[in-house]
C-alpha cells in the first residue's frame, strides 16, 4: 500500500507539475506528509530529489519543443545562478530549525504554515491578476537577488518551488502562464541541485529506503514527461483553471497538516 501511495502521488505531482511549472513538490510534499507514510525529514529529501529528476526531464523536453516566445538564456542563468545561492541558503535555514527543536517533526508544522501563506497568497494573486500592474525588470542585480527568494523558499520546503516561483515571474516580469512555467522549472532545476550538494556534503541525509528513492525518481521522470506532452497542448487560460484547482487542493492539505503536527 505504501508503494502504491508513493507511485500514485509522485507520477500525478510531477505530470501536473510540469504542465503549471509548479515542480510537483508542492503537492508531493504535503500530500505524503499528510498520509504519514515516512518521517518529515525523509519527505523532504526524497520530495526534492523528485522534484529534480522532474525539472530536469521536463525543462529538456520544453527546450527542444517550439514555442510562442523566446526564451532568454541571459536572463534565466542569471535567476538560476540566484535560486543556487538561495538553494544553500534554505538548506542551512532548514537544518538551523531542526537543531532546535526537541521534535523534529514540528517542522511539518512549520513548512505546512508557511506553504500555507505562500499558496493562499498565490491563489488570491492569480484570481485577480487582470486587475494588477506587474513590472518587466531588467536589472541583473535584482534579478539575481530574486532568484534567491525563490531559492530559499523551494529549498526550505522541500517542494522544489511550487506555486510562487510563478507568481514571482507574473508581478516582477510580466510572464505568460506557460512563459512563466518554463522559466520556473529552470529555476528549479538549479535551486535543488545546489540544496541536494549541500546536503550530501554536510552529511545531512536522512535514512531512506533506496527502492523508495529510486521509485519516487522514476515516477517524476515519467511524470515529466508525460506533463510536458499535455502542456503543449494546453492554453494559458486551460493550465490557469489547473493550476487555481490545485492551489484550493494545497491549501486543505496543509491546514490538516498544520494541526496533525502541532
Not at 538564456?73 to 537543531?99: D, H, M, P, S, W
Not at 503543449?232 to 489547473?242: A, G, H, I, Q, R
Amino acid at each position: 500500500m505504501e508503494y502504491l501511495i508513493i507511485i500514485v502521488v509522485c507520477f500525478l505531482s510531477s505530470a501536473v507539475g510540469a504542465i503549471c511549472g509548479i515542480g510537483g513538490g508542492v503537492i508531493i510534499k504535503p500530500v505524503l506528509d499528510a498520509t504519514g507514510v515516512m518521517a518529515v525529514t525523509t519527505v523532504s529529501f526524497l520530495s526534492g530529489c523528485t522534484v529534480l529528476s522532474m525539472s530536469v526531464v521536463s525543462l529538456y523536453k520544453n527546450l527542444k519543443a517550439k514555442h510562442d516566445f523566446v526564451f532568454d538564456k541571459v536572463f534565466a542563468t542569471v535567476l538560476a545562478l540566484g535560486g543556487v545561492v538561495g538553494g544553500v541558503t534554505g538548506k542551512e535555514l532548514y537544518q538551523g530549525i531542526i537543531g532546535r527543536l526537541t521534535n523534529v517533526s514540528r517542522v511539518g508544522a512549520i513548512q505546512a504554515f508557511v506553504l500555507l501563506l505562500l499558496t493562499a497568497g498565490t491563489l488570491a494573486y492569480t484570481i485577480f491578476k487582470e486587475k494588477i500592474h506587474t513590472w518587466q525588470i531588467k536589472n541583473k542585480a535584482v534579478i539575481f537577488g530574486i532568484g534567491i527568494v525563490l531559492g530559499i523558499l523551494s529549498s526550505f520546503l522541500g517542494i522544489g518551488g511550487g506555486p510562487i516561483n510563478l507568481v514571482v515571474l507574473f508581478f516582477f516580469f510580466s510572464m505568460a502562464t506557460k512563459e512563466a512555467a518554463m522559466y520556473s522549472i529552470y529555476v528549479i532545476m538549479f535551486s535543488q541541485i545546489s540544496s541536494l550538494l549541500s546536503t550530501l556534503l554536510k552529511r545531512n541525509v536522512p535514512q531512506f529506503k533506496p527502492e523508495i528513492l529510486a521509485l519516487m525518481i522514476a515516477c517524476g521522470v515519467v511524470g515529466g514527461l508525460v506533463g510536458s506532452k499535455v502542456n503543449k497542448k494546453m492554453d494559458n487560460k486551460m493550465v490557469d483553471k489547473l493550476f487555481m484547482a490545485l492551489m484550493m487542493l494545497i491549501i486543505c492539505i496543509n491546514i490538516y497538516n498544520i494541526f496533525r503536527y502541532i
